[in-house]
C-alpha cells in the first residue's frame, strides 16, 4: 500500500511538471510579432576600402543615413550621377559651397578617416550615389 501511494504521488508531481511547461510557449510568441515593419530612423554606412558597407539601406521618409570613412583615404559620397550629383531631387554639385550645400546629397569635399557625414532624407523613392573620389563605388538609400 506504501508503494502505491508513491506511485500516486509521482503521477501528482508528473501532471504539475507537465502543466507548467505546456504554459511557456505563450509567452515567446509576443517577440516574433514586433519589429518587421518599423524601420530605423537612422541608419549609418562604414566607408571602407571596399567601398560602402551595407550597400543598400532602407529609411523612412525623413530618416537619417550616417556615412562613417574607416579607410585611410579620403572618400566622398554624392547622389548619381557623376559628374552633375543631380539625380536627388534639388542636388548638384554646383552647389557645392553655396549656402544651398546643406541641403543637397553631396558631402561635397572628401570625409577624412574617423570623419562621418549625415544626411535626412525628405524625398521617397531610390536613391544611388557613389564615391566622387574613387570611382566605381556605388551605393543606395531606399527611402519608403
Ligand atoms: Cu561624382
Redesign the pocket.
Known amino acids: 500500500m506504501k508503494l502505491m501511494s508513491v506511485l500516486v504521488l509521482f503521477s501528482v508531481l508528473f501532471l504539475i511538471v507537465g502543466c507548467t511547461q505546456a504554459g511557456t510557449p505563450a509567452s515567446s510568441t509576443a517577440a516574433t510579432e514586433s519589429g518587421t515593419d518599423s524601420l530605423s530612423e537612422s541608419v549609418t554606412v562604414t566607408i571602407t576600402s571596399a567601398g560602402f558597407e551595407p550597400n543598400e539601406v532602407t529609411i523612412p521618409v525623413g530618416g537619417t543615413v550616417t556615412w562613417s570613412n574607416t579607410d585611410s583615404v579620403g572618400h566622398w559620397p554624392?547622389s548619381a550621377m557623376?559628374?552633375t550629383?543631380t539625380a536627388y531631387p534639388g542636388s548638384g554639385i554646383e552647389k557645392c559651397g553655396t549656402e544651398e550645400q546643406a541641403g543637397i546629397f553631396d558631402v561635397c569635399k572628401d570625409l577624412a578617416q574617423g570623419e562621418s557625414w549625415s544626411f535626412t532624407f525628405t524625398e521617397q523613392g531610390s536613391w544611388n550615389y557613389?564615391d566622387?573620389t574613387v570611382l566605381g563605388k556605388y551605393g543606395k538609400v531606399i527611402v519608403q
Open positions: 554624392a557623376h559628374p550629383h557613389h566622387h
